[in-house]
């Protein structure tokens, strides 16, 4: 069957412009998490849905940062007045049910370039 | 608060010769740890857990709570083991995001 999919893989844009982010997951995984990997460092963690609605996003940076997932499957990442700082690869990640002891299947990232 | 931490950015050494990563966690609960691998234009994918105590592609990781520790070795280095590596610490309540450290390359040369 086919992995956690992500699109666009790569996106251009200038500062100040609004971005969506979209993941499809592993048909059938309930939880799903997005994380940003900035040039350097290891995956930091955004939010993570269970089902339809988000159980923790401790991680999103401010208020500019929001994502959905409004059927249970397919989730989008809004970023509205993107700035500079918020260019780096953007991770989704998907698993059967929540519980550390679960492993996430990761997408192949999409790369989000603020001019 | 959860932290992980991996000292080394680049580990170099020779195909045959034995490999630790090394990774340190802070984290007051009870530990889900793992490490990640991510090869050369491949995605993030699970290399293996503390809680299955198993050895995938002859790598083996320890859990030692005394220490704080969960260093990823290998007895004899191959080439195709060159990758990115990172570990990474969940945990057992209700949320389950993970913690990654700033990840390890490893480079195995002839």
């Known amino acids: 069957g086919a992995g956690v999919s992500q699109t666009p893989s790569n996106k251009v844009t200038e500062k100040g412009k609004y971005v969506e982010l979209r993941c499809d997951p592993i048909?059938?995984?309930?939880?799903l998490y997005w994380y940003r990997q900035s040039l350097g460092q290891g995956p930091e963690f955004l939010i993570y849905?269970?089902?339809?609605?988000?159980?923790?996003d401790s991680g999103l940076p401010n208020d500019r940062f929001f994502a959905v997932r409004p059927e249970g499957s397919v989730s989008t990442l809004k970023i509205q007045r993107t700035e500079r700082g918020d260019s780096a690869v953007y991770l989704c990640a998907s698993s059967p049910a929540s519980g550390g002891k679960n492993e996430q299947f990761f997408g192949p990232g999409t790369r989000l370039t603020v001019l | 608060a959860q932290r992980v931490t991996q000292p080394e950015k680049l580990l170099s050494v020779f195909k045959g010769a034995p490999v630790e990563l090394k990774c340190n966690y802070s984290y007051s609960g009870s530990p889900e740890l793992f490490w990640y691998v991510q090869y050369s234009r491949q995605r993030l994918q699970l290399l293996l857990r503390h809680i299955s105590r198993e050895s995938i592609k002859g790598f083996t990781a320890d859990l030692n709570k005394g220490e704080t520790s969960f260093h990823l070795k290998k007895p004899f280095a191959q080439e195709e083991d060159s990758a990115m590596y990172y570990c990474?610490?969940?945990?057992?309540?209700?949320?389950?995001?993970?913690?990654f450290g700033t990840g390890t390359r490893l480079q195995v040369t002839l």
């Open positions: 990474a610490l969940g945990n057992t309540g209700t949320a389950s995001k993970l913690t």
């Open positions: 048909s059938g995984h309930t939880a």
């Open positions: 849905f269970q089902g339809t609605g988000a159980a923790d």
